[in-house]
């Protein structure tokens, strides 16, 4: 199984980072506007004015530690978003694993590189500067 892994340092704490990568609500202020929390837990992301929907399952909760399992998608179903943070100093290393693909396809390539610029505006939202989810309600070309 193929993995997409990321690393960044975020100047705040994972107090702050975490209801930003556990809820619906912290998902609509850096990744997607299109945003759905479902009253059995899960969380639907929509994405090109709904053309994809992706639907993701809490498994892990913890301060530190949250883990999704993506629930459809003919690509994304069956992985698991995984963000682990790590205190250093007065910052955060997180640690983000969108594992289990079941090989590197051309999206796979096209999902890392787009995973790359969302821990950059997860970074920006979690310090206090202006951001954004990157897919807005409008249709995008990505």
């Known amino acids: 199984m193929a993995n997409i892994k990321h690393s960044i340092s975020i100047g705040a704490p994972a107090e702050r980072i975490?209801?930003?990568?556990?809820?619906?609500?912290?998902?609509a202020r850096w990744w997607a506007e299109?945003?759905?929390?479902?009253?059995?837990?899960?969380?639907e992301l929509g994405f090109f004015n709904r053309a994809t929907v992706y639907r993701l399952a809490p498994i892990r909760m913890k301060a530190s530690f949250v883990e999704w399992q993506c629930e459809n998608g003919q690509e994304w179903s069956g992985t698991s978003l995984i963000f682990e943070m790590t205190a250093q100093g007065g910052n955060t290393l997180l640690r983000f694993t969108h594992a289990d693909w079941k090989s590197e396809t051309d999206y796979f390539v096209s999902c890392n590189t787009?995973?790359?610029e969302l821990m950059f505006r997860l970074k920006a939202v979690a310090e206090g500067k202006a951001s954004g989810p990157l897919f807005k309600t409008a249709a995008m070309a990505y």
């Open 18 to 27: 975490y209801p930003l990568v556990a809820s619906g609500a912290g998902f």
């Open 114 to 116: 787009v995973w790359g």
């Open 34 to 43: 299109d945003v759905t929390d479902n009253s059995n837990g899960t969380v």
